[in-house]
Every structure is written in C-alpha cells, then in structure tokens.
C-alpha cells in the first residue's frame, strides 16, 4: 500500500485544527483538495477517519487510533528530509533564526562558532521574539529554525528538541521599589503592586496575579518597565543580572527562581536546506 504524504499530513493537521477549513488555512491549500485527500487516504486505509454528520468533523475512534500513527509517520519523513538536506542538499543563501531571550547557553555559542566555520559566506539572520510568535515566524518560513521556552503543545507540523541547558527566570524590581527592602515578598504583596508581563502578538493573554497590568512583547521592555519602577516582572535571571545590574532587585519569593525549559524548534513542512539542517544535527546530538 503506497500512501500519500499529503494526505496524511491533510489528516494530522485536520485532527490538530479540529475542521479541514482550518487545515486548510493552515496548510495554504483550497478546503476542497484538503477534503479530497482525506477521503482518499480513507479509501487507501478502507476506514473512516472523520465522522461527518455534526457541524465539524470529529475523530472517529479508528482515526483516533492511527493520528499517532499518522504522526510517527511525518516525524519519520522530516528526519530523512533532515539527513538528506545535510547529506546532499542545496546551501540556502540565508538562514535566519529566531533567539528567545530566555536563552543563553555556551553550547549554543560554541555552535555558533563551528557554523562561522563550516559556512563562513553564508549571511546569517537573527530575530528575537517569544514563546508563539517563534512558532509563527517559523510556520510562516519566516525563519527556518527558533529557540522558544518549553511549551506544553506544539502544532502538528512543528518538530521541536529539548536544548540541554535549561534557563532560569526569577521576579525583579527596581531597586528603589518599595518591595526591593523586604526580605520576603508574598503573593499578596505582589497581586497588589502593578504586574509587568508578557504578552506576545499571537499567543492566548497569559493569566496574572495582579489587577493591575502592563505588557510588552519583548523581555528586553518588560526589562526597561522594571527598571523603571512600573512594577515587577518575571525576567530571564541572566538577563536581568547583564543588563539590568544594580538598578534591579530580584524579590525573594517562593518557588523562584524557576527553571525554563528551552526548545530548538523547526517546520516539518519544508526540507531544511544544508545549513539549517547541519546546526540541527549539531544542536540535537549534544541536546
């Protein structure tokens, strides 16, 4: 039995969206070609896949049992393009990759090192962006790969690799904020001082403790807000520690500072080219 790649990937990106409109929008195809190779993957497999009759289609429980199939299916498919680009494939004549300032990690600079090495012509691009504005940057082709801090769910069409050197984040504020003198600072305290967070262009609104709010996209401007006395933030430690120095105070709260997982993550929608497909390699094998 010979089964299209398009198909499966129409079938797993439906699953995850939950309609083949969304899929389709997802995948820059028409509803009808996504529809169309659904329902011949279900001819090839000679089982219903979705349940049709309710407003959105709906797993069957024989599509339930083979998504993880489907899936294992693609990742497999996205190492051999990975190999093949890294074997035998074309240099592109950029890469671009986007940097999350939740990370900085000597293992990431030594690869970096090695690259201005192994490719020393090659321009190299670098964004800076957070949590799901990486996944669109890197969905869209904007960049080939990024660095974002773990999230818990991933798009179906997004590979991602536990870096292995975790960052920290702790909770600052200007040391000339009344809460910089105490020695502890509890919850309470903090729900009633005005919260610097977060918030990225296309992510869900992070929940928060305080009533009162400020948000930026970045943490190098949640970083400037603190340091102006705004408020507290939640900022990576070794940024606070390098850029903020002594006009910072990180409280003394519990359960920080917190460990940050980091993901390096990539589009199993295009076979990298030679470049991103080498730091890939080099990234995963000391992840």
């Given at each position: ?14 699953a ?11 995948l ?135 870096m ?73 430690c ?15 709260v ?34």
């Open positions: 039995m010979s089964l299209s790649l398009e198909a499966i990937t129409a079938f797993s990106t439906a995850e969206m939950g309609s083949f409109s969304a899929a389709a929008r997802r820059g195809k028409s509803q009808s070609t996504i529809s169309e190779a659904i329902a011949n993957l279900e001819i090839d497999l000679g089982i219903s896949l979705f349940e049709r009759s309710g407003r959105q289609p709906v797993l069957t429980p024989a599509g339930q049992q083979l998504l993880s199939h489907a899936r294992q299916v693609l990742d497999a498919s996205d190492t051999l393009g990975r190999v093949a680009g890294l074997l035998g494939g074309g240099l592109e004549p950029r890469l671009t990759i986007v940097l999350s300032d939740t990370f900085q990690s000597e293992s990431l600079e030594q690869m970096l090192r090695r690259f201005e090495q192994q490719f020393p012509a090659l321009e190299l691009e670098t964004l800076v962006a957070e949590k799901e504005d990486v996944i669109d940057l890197v969905q869209s082709g904007r960049a080939q790969l990024g660095f974002v801090s773990g999230l818990a769910h991933y798009p179906a069409d997004i590979g991602h690799h536990p292995r050197d975790a960052s920290h984040s702790s909770l600052y504020v200007s040391s000339l904020h009344p809460m910089a003198r105490q020695p502890a600072v509890s919850r309470e305290q903090l729900a009633a001082e005005r919260e610097l967070r977060l918030n990225t262009y296309y992510g869900p609104p992070s929940a928060t403790l305080s009533a009162r709010c400020w948000s930026a996209p970045s943490y190098l401007l949640l970083l400037e807000m603190t340091r102006l006395g705004f408020g507290w933030a939640e900022l990576p070794w940024l606070a520690v390098n850029f903020g120095g002594d006009e910072l105070q990180e409280l003394t519990a359960g920080w500072p917190k460990a940050v997982r980091v993901d390096v993550v990539w589009s199993q929608a295009r076979q990298p080219g030679r470049a991103a497909a080498w730091v890939l390699e080099q990234l995963m094998e000391r992840g």
